[in-house]
């Protein structure tokens, strides 16, 4: 089961399809819960795509991105 995890210095477990990646992110000091944060986000996306990440086109981008916008209620709002 976590045969792909990686553990922190600290010992905490981060749970990963591609462990290089979080590897760097640790490396780069970043917290355990923002890189689950950024692999969910990765995997989300992959899964709406349903196409592998190395054969993204801009439109596979373009139609995630109006999904946020749009169907998953994450409309962005000005901030002034």
């Known amino acids: 089961m976590f045969e792909d995890s ?7 477990l981060c749970d990963n ?9 640790i490396r780069r000091n970043y917290a355990v819960a ?6 969910e986000a990765v995997e989300h996306f992959g899964q709406h795509v349903g196409v592998a990440l190395d054969e993204l086109a ?5 139609s995630y991105h109006a999904y946020l916008l749009g169907d998953a209620s994450l409309a962005s709002t ?3």
Do not use: F, H, Q
């Open 58 to 62: 801009p439109d596979d981008i373009r």
């Open 78 to 80: 000005p901030l002034w």
């Open 6 to 12: 990686v553990v922190t210095e600290k010992g905490d």
């Open 34 to 39: 923002t890189i689950r944060s950024y692999i």
């Open 17 to 25: 399809t591609d462990a290089a990646n979080a590897e760097k992110l």
